[in-house]
């Protein structure tokens, strides 16, 4: 039978127990981005780098992470259709499909400077977009805009992001921040986890969508405070007992298990 979105074989014993876990935790976030219908057809991504394996660091290929294969639909995408590819975009196993060149410039860039990037996170969804193309863009009129805007850095769009030389100034954009608003183009979330990104990724589109929506109200606005946004990542600490994306990813599994079963394979 040939090899398709539907039928990959399975890697479950061609890798490590660690590899495999985030294999599953990555193919679930797909599937999640797919749920919550931020998806764009088959040009985002998510990657997360393969356990043991930053940059400087001692691990089998020097900072190889895993990315989606380009042409999938997010709903399709399980933990052995994954690509594991080496810093210079080299895929790592044998696979009939490619990485989208796009995805591969950002993951990389970021993944090559922040060794706490486990995974990053990049959608296109219509609110973060349309926030993006706005000036001012993430305003602080929601409770959950503090926490994006406590940890928020910009970067100003040059294109589809298909070149080397725009690596240096995305991660000089970026800098040691969680949430990056690629002006003109769309979201970019960083954590040391796919939970991490993920929940970080579900608060940033929110406080884009509840923007738009505060926005097409007309009427004058009431910004928070600033001293509050100031102690934004300790209340995020307190309400989330500090076990932050921790606290809601089992929850996530659950109901991915029960809409779209099956990328555990």
Request: hydrophobic fraction near 45%; glycine fraction near 10%; proline fraction near 5%.
């Amino acid at each position: 039978m040939p090899t398709t979105a539907l039928h990959v074989p399975s890697l479950r014993h061609s890798c490590s127990t660690a590899e495999w876990q985030l294999r599953v935790d990555l193919a679930a976030a797909y599937r999640m981005v797919a749920m919550f219908g931020w998806d764009d057809l088959v040009f985002t991504h998510i990657s997360a780098r393969v356990p043991g394996d930053a940059p400087g660091h001692a691990g089998e290929h020097g900072g190889a992470f895993l990315i989606n294969p380009y042409g999938f639909m997010f709903e399709e995408i399980t933990a052995s259709s994954l690509l594991k590819v080496d810093a210079e975009g080299r895929k790592l196993q044998d696979s009939p499909f490619d990485v989208n060149p796009a995805g591969f410039v950002i993951h990389s860039a970021v993944h090559a400077a922040r060794h706490d990037a486990g995974c990053v996170l990049h959608v296109h969804t219509p609110n973060g977009i349309a926030v993006s193309a706005q000036r001012g863009g993430v305003l602080p009129i929601s409770q959950q805009s503090m926490f994006v805007l406590a940890s928020l850095a910009y970067h100003d769009y040059e294109g589809v992001a298909l070149r080397d030389d725009e690596k240096p100034r995305l991660v000089a954009d970026l800098g040691e921040k969680t949430y990056l608003m690629l002006r003109n183009h769309g979201l970019l979330t960083v954590g040391s986890s796919v939970a991490e990104a993920f929940q970080a990724m579900y608060l940033f589109e929110t406080v884009c969508m509840i923007q738009v929506r505060a926005q097409a109200g007309g009427g004058p606005l009431h910004h928070i405070d600033a001293g509050i946004i100031a102690t934004a990542l300790q209340q995020a600490r307190e309400v989330t007992r500090g076990l932050g994306a921790n606290l809601v990813w089992p929850g996530l599994l659950r109901r991915l298990d029960r809409r779209m079963p099956g990328y555990d394979n």
